[in-house]
């Protein structure tokens, strides 16, 4: 199957601090989606990219689709404490069964106060 | 709108049990996914439907695992007999796919935390 590299797995933050976090796969994705999870619960959609190049932001959150098709990247401005959990990269290969996803591994994001 | 509904939440059996999962997509969502989550890893995708027929189900152990989605709407999820190594996080989740090839309201449930002792 698809292989999605996330990194870095870890990162553990000031409050106040910037994020970056990123994803790359083997091959061509026409879909990008970033996802939060919490403890206990199921993955929370971010943010979802349609086209190469597209920049896309949802409050402090921004994304985007690389022009290569093959990575994205997932920036949080001025962390606080609710930004803690899990992020997961996701995407949709081109000529893949029709909207089966393929996850990366996650980034455990820990912002002190 | 509401949301993908699962149950149980968690459940404990023991090695041989055997073990149903249930999912409720958000209404109008014709594509309806199981994906299997283990600890410290993103989920995996196990079964895909689109209606109540199967798109993908490349991925699960046919010999243990079987889903259904009878109506188009609800679908369960069982293992038969279970082993150790299936405990995980069980998660569905459902989709409007407005055309070929995108993912359009891509949406998890909270997922049923299966423990084999």
């Known amino acids: 199957g698809q292989q999605l590299n996330q990194s870095p797995q870890s990162m553990f933050i000031q409050e106040g601090e910037d994020v970056s976090m990123n994803c790359t796969s083997s091959?061509?994705?026409?879909?990008w989606l970033w996802y939060k999870q919490d403890p206990g619960e199921g993955p929370v959609l971010l943010i979802a990219?349609?086209?190469?190049?597209e920049l896309t932001s949802n409050g402090r959150l921004t994304a985007q689709f690389g022009i290569t098709r093959k990575d994205s990247f997932l920036n949080i401005s001025a962390s606080i404490p609710s930004d803690v959990g899990i992020y997961f990269c996701?995407?949709?290969?081109?000529?893949?069964?029709?909207?089966?996803?393929?996850f990366g591994r996650g980034t455990q994001l820990t912002v002190w106060p | 709108e509401a949301g993908v509904a699962q149950s149980p939440r968690y459940k404990i059996i023991e090695k041989r049990q055997s073990v149903a999962f249930w999912c409720n997509p958000i209404?109008?969502?014709?594509?309806l996914y199981w994906y299997q989550q283990i600890l410290g890893q993103g989920p995996k995708l196990l079964i895909q439907?689109?209606?109540?027929?199967?798109?993908?189900d490349s991925q699960l152990p046919k010999d243990r695992f079987s889903a259904e989605r009878l109506k188009g709407v609800d679908s369960t999820l069982k293992i038969q007999p279970a082993k150790l190594e299936d405990s995980a996080v069980y998660l569905c989740?459902?989709?409007?796919?407005?055309?070929?090839?995108?993912?359009?309201?891509?949406?998890f449930g909270s997922g049923t935390r299966l423990t084999v002792v």
């Open positions: 989740a459902s989709s409007l796919v407005r055309r070929q090839g995108a993912n359009y309201g891509y949406t």
């Open positions: 209404s109008g969502h014709a594509t």
């Open positions: 990219l349609y086209k190469a190049g």
């Open positions: 439907f689109q209606n109540n027929g199967v798109v993908d």
């Open positions: 091959s061509i994705f026409n879909t």
């Open positions: 996701a995407g949709q290969a081109r000529g893949s069964t029709l909207g089966r996803l393929y």
